[in-house]
């Protein structure tokens, strides 16, 4: 069984700045990508970013965050960062990690967080 768990966001003011970790725990063997979605009720889910474990963590952003987020992962800690600056009162969403992890079988399987509530607002 592998467990996704986010820390950090909340309540920012419009320009300040937050930092999201997840961490993935359990059975895993390798951990090939990680990355956080979006979500506004009402809308689709949107993509922030995405990194990979190949090629030294290649990246991929949403439009809208490009130099903005930032992400990051420690592979010793099975965990991945998203440094978010400059945010907007349109950054407001729920957050989602997740992560493309094997097991000792080595089959791929998608995991989720339980998704972390960020509000820009003054």
């Known amino acids: 069984q592998v467990q996704l768990v986010e820390s950090g966001g909340g309540l920012v003011q419009p320009g300040g700045s937050l930092r999201l970790s997840c961490a993935a725990s359990?059975?895993?063997?390798?951990?090939?990508?990680m990355g956080w979605f979006r979500q506004v009720p009402g809308r689709q889910r949107e993509l922030v970013a995405t990194?990979?474990?190949?090629?030294?963590?290649?990246?991929v952003y949403g439009d809208s965050m490009r130099g903005r987020f930032t992400i990051s992962r420690d592979d010793a800690k099975n965990t991945t960062y998203l440094q978010m600056n400059s945010l907007k009162p349109e950054d407001t969403a729920v957050y989602s990690c997740?992560?493309?992890?094997?097991?000792?079988?080595?089959?791929?399987?998608?995991?989720w967080g339980q998704g972390t509530q960020d509000t820009v607002s003054s």
């Open positions: 990194i990979t474990s190949a090629g030294g963590g290649s990246t």
């Open positions: 359990g059975n895993i063997f390798t951990i090939n990508s």
């Open positions: 997740y992560a493309i992890i094997a097991g000792p079988s080595l089959h791929q399987y998608d995991y």
